[in-house]
């Protein structure tokens, strides 16, 4: 994965609109390794695979990140994200990751289910 770059990945997200894509959002405050730190308060929250079609979508922040996508019935919002795949041309894999690179945040969309 490779750091934002901006200018891409909002050329990639109005791309997207109007159509209808499969969404996969991902949070977590260190569920993955919170078996390894007890002091860390286990949380996540995770949706796969739900079909939105947005209007209206855009990157800002200087960095970390934030997405915002409006759909018909409200908002898409991801915030924290730092990296993305550069060579899945055919989806739009955005991450956040932590000072120490671990996973904080996942948006990721695409025409074809994940």
Known sequence: MQLIKQEEIQHRIDGLIDQDVYV??????????AHLDSSKHPAATFISNAVIRY????????????????TLQGWVYSEGLTHYEESDTSRLIMAGHDGQGKLVVALQL?????
């Open 24 to 33: 996969h959002l991902e949070m977590t405050t260190g569920a993955y390794a």
């Open 55 to 70: 209007s209206h979508g855009s990157i800002s922040g200087s960095g970390p990140f934030r997405v915002g996508l409006k």
């Open 110 to 114: 695409s025409r074809e289910p994940f």
